[in-house]
Antibody, heavy 121, light 108 residues
Framework: EVQLLESGGDLVQPGGSLRPSCAAS????????MTWVRQAPGKGLEWVSA????????YYADSVKGRFTISRDNSKNTLYLQMNSLRAEDTAIYFC??????????????WGQGTLVTVSS | SYVLTQAPSVSVAPGQTARITCGGN??????VHWYQQKPGQAPVLVVY???DRPSGIPERFSGSNSGYTATLTISRVEAGDGADYYC???????????FGGGTKLTVL
């Protein structure tokens, strides 16, 4: 059974940093692109970032490019999102999700339960 | 960047058919995926590649995509189908995944 478990969300001041992680199990982690999606309170889903199975390719939404860095440790089956220069508008639940197939247009077939990041002074 | 447009809300009586649309420029040329999200829960994939269903999703959920509109159809709506529904595509021009704004389905 595929399981994705996020952790590392916290309350952080504007301008601060945070690195949530996502522990994966139940599938061959290194074979799949992984992604982060966030949801601000009362708002819709927003795709944030993605990383290929090898880690060689990364993708970012314009809203986080230059501030966030996605990475993965395939030996630990873990996905990370380094978040720097945090702003109030980054406040959201951050979900990690698995991309179902090896195509960019593929769906996100499994999701974690999310970790809450709050940016506030 | 590519934009997906969804109506904020749709209401339907139990047993009726709900149709949730997702508009986008030439969306018929893209593969559309649909997610269901209930309050306090993670999204769940209900339709992928326009019209395919993951295992465990009832046949009442179906999808179509043509021209400028993709549609998620829920037949014989049940109270438990009440949720937010999001469409999603990959935009190859920007190398971004894109979500629609979401539609809240209310079962009357």
């Amino acid at each position: 059974e595929v399981q994705l478990l996020e952790s590392g969300g916290d309350l952080v001041q504007p301008g601060g940093s945070l690195r949530p992680s996502c522990a994966a199990s139940g599938f061959t982690f290194s074979s799949y692109t992984m992604t982060w999606v966030r949801q601000a309170p009362g708002k819709g889903l927003e795709w944030v970032s993605a990383i290929s199975g090898s880690g060689g390719s990364t993708y970012y939404a314009d809203s986080v490019k230059g501030r966030f860095t996605i990475s993965r440790d395939n030996s630990k089956n873990t996905l990370y999102l380094q978040m720097n220069s945090l702003r109030a508008e980054d406040t959201a639940i951050y979900f990690c999700a698995k991309v179902s197939r090896g195509y960019s247009y593929a769906d996100f077939d499994h999701w974690g339960q999310g970790t809450l990041v709050t940016v506030s002074s | 960047s590519y934009v997906l447009t969804q109506a904020p809300s749709v209401s339907v009586a139990p047993g009726q058919t709900a149709r949730i649309t997702c508009g986008g420029n030439n969306i018929g040329s893209k593969r559309v995926h649909w997610y269901q999200q209930k309050p306090g829960q993670a999204p769940v994939l209900v339709v992928y590649d326009d019209s395919d269903r993951p295992s465990g999703i009832p046949e009442r959920f179906s999808g179509s995509n043509s021209g400028y509109t993709a549609t998620l159809t829920i037949s014989r709506v049940e109270a438990g189908d009440g949720a937010d529904y999001y469409c999603q595509v990959w935009d190859g021009n920007s190398d971004h995944w894109v979500f629609g704004g979401g539609t809240k389905l209310t079962v009357l």
